[in-house]
């Protein structure tokens, strides 16, 4: 663990923990809760991960909120949670609720068309199945090719893809192991604001994320809870502070389960 920020103390965060009257704990899934993997269908979380978000779901008030890039219908038998925590998928674009409501956030009709355009360019059949679709967004994953290989697919689609999102108003963004379009207007970050500005009780908030897709998430809490870049190697954040998953994670969410259930108020 690293301390990023000098204003900011990991145990003065646990210690007071439990005065507060909601608690809410952001975290992101892929290589965040899970580790990267060839096929992203296959990406379960680390182990001891599922466990612990079972016990603060059902033994402490934790707020618990997966925020994710991906589609939540796909997030979900990922997590294999019996009881569903409150997810916001898409980048913030969709909001399931633990009780089951859902809502998606409207796309554009030039957005939706340059997404359509931009699927027809992708012809090689090896990529085809590689397209992740989700509302407002598509990706391309090329987790698991050679790394020449790898190179030339990020030309070639960075191009094309780049005049689409230029001329069809989409933001293109690279990832960790491939490349989106998406439409703009939400991001990680929108999610956490609109969380936080739900809540007027007294409120504190931890954000756990590995990506660049994160840094909105942490520029959105600062100020108002911990923010903590969970990663193998550091890089350059906006974070509070850096762990290394999946150690570090562990004992975080231990730490985190073990203050709330002995301060878990009694409604
Ligand atoms: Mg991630």
């Not at 980048?91 to 939706?112: C, F, N, Q």
Request: charged share 30%.
């Amino acid at each position: 663990m690293k301390i990023l920020n000098p204003a900011v103390s990991f145990d003065k965060f646990f210690d007071d923990l439990p005065e507060y009257d909601r608690k809410i704990l952001f975290l992101d899934y892929d290589g965040t809760l899970a580790p990267f993997v060839k096929d992203p269908a296959k990406a379960v979380p680390y182990n001891g991960v599922r466990e612990l978000l079972k016990q603060l779901l059902e033994e402490t008030d934790t707020r618990l909120i997966i925020v994710t890039g991906r589609y939540t219908k796909d997030i979900i038998p990922l997590l294999g949670m019996e009881k569903i925590p409150e997810i916001w998928g898409s980048h913030g674009l969709e909001h399931l609720k633990p009780d089951g409501t859902y809502r998606v956030a409207d796309i554009k009709p030039a957005a939706s068309e340059g997404l359509q355009k931009a699927r027809n360019l992708v012809t090689e059949e090896e990529l085809k199945s590689r397209l992740e679709e989700k509302p407002g967004c598509l990706a391309l994953h090329w987790r698991g090719f050679e790394q020449e290989q790898v190179a030339q697919i990020r030309s070639k689609y960075l191009e094309l893809w780049k005049n689409i999102a230029c001329t069809h108003q989409l933001l293109l963004k690279e990832f960790d192991g491939g490349l989106e379009l998406r439409s703009p207007g939400k991001n990680k970050g929108d999610a956490v604001r609109e969380v936080m500005a739900g809540i007027t009780e007294k409120k504190t908030a931890a954000y756990l994320g590995d990506d660049a897709t994160d840094e909105d998430a942490f520029s959105a809490l600062k100020g108002s809870g911990l923010t903590i870049l969970v990663r193998k190697e550091l890089r350059k954040t906006g974070a509070d502070l850096w762990i290394e998953p999946p150690g570090e994670l562990l004992d975080f969410l231990h730490r985190w389960l073990e203050v709330c259930r002995s301060g878990k108020r009694v409604i």
